[in-house]
T-cell receptor, first 114, second 112 residues
Framework: EPEVTQTPSHQVTQMGQEVILRCVPISNHLYFYWYRQILGQKVEFLVSFYNNEISEKSEIFDDQFSVERPDGSNFTLKIRSTKLEDSAMYFC????????????FGPGTRLTVT | SQQGEEDPQALSIQEGENATMNCSYKTSINNLQWYRQNSGRGLVHLILIRSNEREKHSGRLRVTLDTSKKSSSLLITASRAADTASYFC????????????FGGGTRVLVKP
């Protein structure tokens, strides 16, 4: 069964460093998303991406964040200058269509900022 | 703001028993989806119920949706130890595009 994959599974970085989290969505899906979950808290929406552009972003997704689909398969989340409070589990998700479509999540990347 | 909230926060049952958890939300929705998360792991999609549906089944799972009460329930029948996990509801709404808004989850412990 097709699934969303994410790499790395765990990333440790120092405050102020740039990180790139990678995702390979399900191949025939058109909508891509990033969410994050700070330890012990709810899963929060960051950004959605469709047709090579951001369709929606949350207040969390400030200028330090960017997303890219560099080729036909990868979808990346870049954090330019990490802060301690960026430590969280980051989930990529994809869906086949827009409204009324299931979103399938990857296993997540645990980001630890020290 | 639209928000899913699960009830109870935690549930402990014996293997073979049924587990029921509820989700409430505040604004009109397109769909409501239920996910499972094992400790520290990814979110596994369980079931999607649309706003015009009242009940859906998938294996041992039964989901109901009452849009008049803005609530949903997830029933796991004949629970197994492997069902031990956190369960989350997530909603999306016309006004919010496709983004999902998650509740805080119900932690379910199934004792063998």
């Amino acid at each position: 069964e097709p699934e969303v994959t994410q790499t790395p599974s765990h990333q440790v970085t120092q405050m102020g460093q740039e990180v790139i989290l990678r995702c390979v969505p399900i191949s025939n899906h058109l909508y891509f998303y990033w969410y994050r979950q700070i330890l012990g808290q709810k899963v929060e929406f960051l950004v959605s991406f469709y047709n090579n552009e951001i369709s929606e972003k949350s207040e969390i997704f400030d200028d330090q964040f960017s997303v890219e689909r560099p080729d036909g398969s990868n979808f990346t989340l870049k954090i330019r200058s990490t802060k301690l409070e960026d430590s969280a589990m980051y989930f990529c998700a994809s869906s086949e269509g827009g409204p009324r479509s299931e979103q399938y999540f990857g296993p997540g990347t645990r980001l630890t900022v020290t | 703001s639209q928000q899913g909230e699960e009830d109870p926060q935690a549930l402990s049952i014996q293997e073979g028993e049924n587990a029921t958890m509820n989700c409430s939300y505040k604004t009109s929705i397109n769909n409501l989806q239920w996910y499972r998360q094992n400790s520290g792991r990814g979110l596994v999609h369980l079931i999607l119920i649309r706003s015009n549906e009242r009940e859906k089944h998938s294996g041992r799972l039964r989901v109901t949706l009452d849009t008049s009460k803005k609530s949903s329930s997830l029933l796991i029948t004949a629970s197994r130890a492997a069902d031990t996990a956190s369960y989350f509801c997530a909603t999306d709404a016309w006004a919010a595009g496709n983004k999902l808004t998650f509740g805080g989850g119900t932690r379910v412990l199934v004792k063998p």
